[in-house]
């Protein structure tokens, strides 16, 4: 079975500060991951994903993402967070078999402090 | 390019009622989701459609449940009867093919309340 965890329901950060929002995975072989963005009334939008190759995937609005697989991890990064980066982050798996559908996590939602 | 159409955006239904939503993908993507999006919870799979024919419904509540994608493009979700614990976001995504690594473009969705 699949799963996703992203342990911090909410995550503050200051604006022009590093932002980190965490997430780990369990997929039985290798995985694909996906990060995904909500906003208020809007449906997700897609920010990056890991397939294969460079551990560090780069995506949409300056956001990054480190793929770990000794700690199972694929945590979402960006060097300098911008007050309209506050949003709810959904991290999602799915294992390369294609066996199993796109699994989500919980989310967690990023507040910019001005 | 113009995204994932869902209407209504919004339903408000008393409990036992009928509901249907609609969904119209990015054109030329072949395979169609449904997803079930409760408060505070991620988006779970209802049923995915590769063109019209459907690929996974394991987690579609068949008695109350049911979707179709009769010409390959747009398509369409109904909950009959519906029972207060159908309230949620139901979102429509699609994406160009059915392989795993194919990331999914996502409608606005329609929030539903069941009374």
């Known amino acids: 079975a699949q799963s996703v965890a992203q342990p911090e329901d909410q995550v503050n950060v200051a604006e022009g500060n590093p932002l980190t929002v965490k997430c780990t995975y369990s997929v039985s072989g290798n995985p694909y991951l996906f990060w995904y963005v909500q906003y208020p009334n809007r449906g997700l939008q897609f920010l990056l994903k890991?397939?294969?190759?460079?551990?560090l995937v780069k995506g949409s609005y300056g956001f990054e993402a480190e793929f770990n697989k000794s700690q199972t991890s694929f945590h979402l990064k960006k060097p300098s967070a911008l007050v309209s980066d506050s949003a709810l982050y959904f991290c999602?798996?799915?294992?390369?078999?294609?066996?199993?559908?796109?699994?989500f996590g919980t989310g967690t939602r990023l507040t910019v402090i001005p | 390019e113009a995204g994932v159409a869902q209407s209504p955006r919004y339903k408000i239904i008393e409990k036992r009622q009928s509901v249907a939503f609609w969904c119209n993908p990015i054109s030329g993507h072949a395979t169609l989701y449904w997803y079930q999006q409760i408060l505070g919870q991620g988006p779970k799979l209802l049923i995915q459609f590769q063109n019209n024919g459907v690929v996974d419904d394991s987690q579609l509540p068949k008695d109350r449940f049911s979707a179709e994608r009769l010409k390959g493009v747009d398509s369409t979700l109904k909950i009959q009867p519906a029972k207060l614990e159908d309230s949620a976001v139901y979102l429509c995504?699609?994406?160009w093919g059915e392989g795993p690594y194919n990331e999914q473009f996502f409608g606005p969705g329609t929030r539903l309340t069941v009374l």
């Open positions: 890991y397939i294969t190759g460079d551990n």
């Open positions: 999602a798996v799915r294992d390369m078999t294609g066996a199993n559908n796109l699994f």
């Open positions: 995504a699609s994406s």
